[in-house]
């Protein structure tokens, strides 16, 4: 046998155990050096625009969003962390600030709810 370590069945249990654990917690493709798992949801804030798609299968829009995460108290706070969305809705629309809840489907983060009006308080972010 090569040079290497030898791990005890019960060693082995447990490492299977943390990748398993690890690969359903960051399992999914990588898009600009961060893993989303797919069918993941996330809350964002609109920065810029969400325009209309103009077909769902071949003219879907972009925009960027603010990742928003909570802190120990329970509050949520702005990641600094920017991601870009894709909108496939022929309908859909959001103004810049606009609360979103978005989904990784097929590779994309997909707007599947997004606030009826802006928040003064995240308009504006960069």
């Given at each position: 046998m090569a040079a290497g370590y030898m791990l005890t069945e019960g060693q082995m249990a447990h490492l299977r155990e943390v990748v398993r654990h690890y690969l359903n917690l960051y399992g999914g493709r990588v898009r600009g050096g961060t893993r989303h798992p797919e069918g993941v949801h996330r809350t964002g804030v609109t920065i810029g625009t969400i325009t209309a798609a103009t077909s769902v299968l071949n003219g879907e829009t972009t925009?960027?969003?603010?990742?928003?995460?909570?802190n120990a108290d329970g509050d949520m706070v702005d990641t600094t962390e920017r991601l870009t969305g894709t909108?496939?809705?022929?309908?859909?629309?959001?103004?810049?600030?606009?609360?979103?809840?978005?989904?990784?489907?097929?590779?994309?983060?997909?707007p599947v709810w997004v606030g009826c009006e802006p928040d003064a308080a995240v308009t504006g972010l960069t």
């Open positions: 925009f960027t969003f603010a990742l928003l995460r909570k909108n496939r809705d022929t309908t859909l629309t959001a103004l810049d600030g606009s609360v979103i809840i978005v989904a990784r489907v097929d590779g994309e983060w997909r």
